[in-house]
């Protein structure tokens, strides 16, 4: 079985890799975990454990070595710190696979769990951005972050909309924010979330500039120069 991937690239070196960073880069696939961070930390530790059958970008089959983790900062209801996310090489074409825990947002420190906790309570039950945060048991955030989160929601609800038709159908609603919210709370933010990154390559809040539409970083080239 291979994994739907959106592909995200660190500047971090790789040692061991003979390949340059610039023609492979770091691919995300989401691993499925039910449990605490505690569990997921301790369950990890085991490289064979959840080892994907094949490399989501050349196909090759057993291919996936061992090569140890990324650290990064994760903030959950219940947890504030660091986290390791597995990584894999595939021995065919040098690329980098990591095994992102499916409670995770990439490039965001706040877990899903907090992020739809949020906009649940602002957006759904219009609660202040204070009592919103507290719900989200965020009660020290400040409020910018609260309307960075509200802002790449709205900007694309109309897409969440029509993507979690994939799951359930779009219930009446007022507009296509309330809409997008209503179906987000039915369906639960984390199995949203695997549908939406495993298999659209959409990003729960949308992705970063650099990254869109799907979570590739853009490599832009200069034009020719008009004759």
Known sequence: MFYPFVAERYSRPLSGVSAPISQGGLVQILHSFAGSIQQYAEE??????????????????????AHGFYSRTL?????????????????????????????????????????SSFLGARLL????????????????????????????????????????????????????????????????GLVAHRFLFGQLRMHLLGWPPFLAPAGHRLNLRPGAAAG
């Open 125 to 188: 039950e219009g609660r202040t951005l204070r009592a919103a945060a507290q719900v989200a048991a965020q009660p020290d955030m400040p409020y910018q972050r609260g309307q960075f989160w509200i802002r790449r929601f709205r900007s694309q609800a109309v897409a969440l909309a029509g993507a979690l038709a994939g799951l359930m159908a779009p219930p009446p609603a007022a507009d296509f924010l309330t809409r997008a919210l209503q179906m987000l709370h039915a369906i639960g």
């Open 44 to 65: 990890i530790s085991d490289a064979d454990r959840y080892r994907p059958e094949g490399c989501p970008q050349c196909q090759a089959k057993s291919s996936l070595a």
């Open 75 to 115: 903030v959950d209801v219940e947890f504030e710190g660091t986290i390791r996310v597995r990584r894999y090489l595939c021995r065919k074409c040098k690329r980098t696979v990591s095994l992102l825990p499916e409670f995770v947002l990439p490039h965001l420190r706040f877990s899903v769990a907090v992020i």
